[in-house]
């Protein structure tokens, strides 16, 4: 049978979590709350990506101080990531809200990491991989967090080879999700498979 349907017909992923060809969770999650508070006023939804993306501004510029000393430094780098436009757009748009949940997500993650890595203790790790998996849930694209980390090693001067076991608890939930993404648009029929070489279409793995 076709391995993807059987996937995202089964009760571990409820087709309501499945919204066009997309599978995320915690933003049906959130959204559902925000819809319960503000019904169909678009103006909440609004507050609520402005409120969003300002905390991700104060997380950017946290994240920033553990790289840069100088503040002129930080400032840019805030200013940059409230300013760009596909960040303004995605306070516009409401459906974009997953950009700023998976942000929100992904920046406490890397903090939490951060945390670990300079203190050892293993609370800051927990958390991480904890919002690391909420930001998986909120959108797919968070399956790059851990060649991040790989760049968080290097610039504190750590040893890559002595961390990969905690790389594999980020990478293994990492490859579960994009399996989930992969077979939730096959099912929902938004991969062209034309265009996939023949190793990777699920008929040859029947």
Known sequence: GDWSSDVCSSDLFPSHDI???????????????????????ASGYHTVSLIVHLTNAFLVYRLAGRFF??????????????FHPMHVESVAWITDQTDLFCTSFMLLSLSG???????GHRKPLFFSLLFFILALGSKPAAIALPFLLLVIDWHFGKRLLS???????????AVAFAYITYAALDASGNINKELLPDYLLYRDWE
């Open 163 to 173: 961390r990969l076991v905690i790389k594999m608890l980020y990478l293994l939930p």
């Open 19 to 41: 919204i066009g060809g997309n599978y995320h969770p915690i933003t049906t999650l959130l959204e559902a709350v925000e819809h319960s508070m503000f019904g169909l006023k």
């Open 113 to 119: 990491y951060i945390d670990w890595s300079q203190s």
């Open 69 to 82: 000393s100088v503040f002129e430094f930080r400032a840019i780098i805030t200013a940059l990531f409230v």
